[in-house]
């Protein structure tokens, strides 16, 4: 058997904790050992789900700027939502992925001002488009979280 990603961390992070703990020197390497048991579980986790998580966000990222690129009057803004609508990742490595996904993010920060300032403006769309924003960032930091309970 060959141990892959996650399953592979895990023994790692048993290992330390079953056998390297135990014999540390002192209570500072003990806890030095217990946070890095932590960090490899979190590893672990982001291992597992980075893909499907990168993916699944990027379609819901796109949605929602393309419903913004059809509202939104501030014609710079429209480019740049084209053009990053345009540049898919390079391929499905996790540096590529989480290089589309930060520059998702930041355009979505942008348009999610511009569609802040649109509602507080009175234009009947905002409201609507605000919502999903509002959305998404919440199952975007749902995605994101961690297991760590020990």
Request: no cysteine; proline share 3%; charged share 25%.
């Amino acid at each position: 058997m060959i141990p892959r990603g996650s399953e592979a961390i895990g023994h790692l992070i048993t290992r330390i904790a079953t056998d390297l703990i135990p014999q540390a020197p002192n209570a500072y390497a003990a806890t030095d050992l217990g946070y890095f048991t932590i960090l490899l579980s979190m590893v672990a986790q982001d291992y597992e789900r980075a893909a499907d998580v990168f993916v699944t966000e990027d379609a819901e990222i796109s949605a929602i700027l393309r419903k913004a690129a059809g509202v939104l009057e501030d014609r710079a803004l429209q480019t740049r939502i084209a053009e990053t609508l345009d540049n898919k990742a390079a391929s499905l490595r996790l540096s590529d992925l989480t290089a589309r996904s930060d520059m998702l993010l930041k355009l979505l920060i942008d348009v999610h001002a511009a569609v802040e300032a649109a509602e507080a403006a009175g234009a009947g769309w905002a409201p609507a488009l605000n919502a999903d924003i509002w959305r998404f960032l919440e199952a975007h930091v749902a995605r994101q979280a961690y297991d760590v309970n020990f």
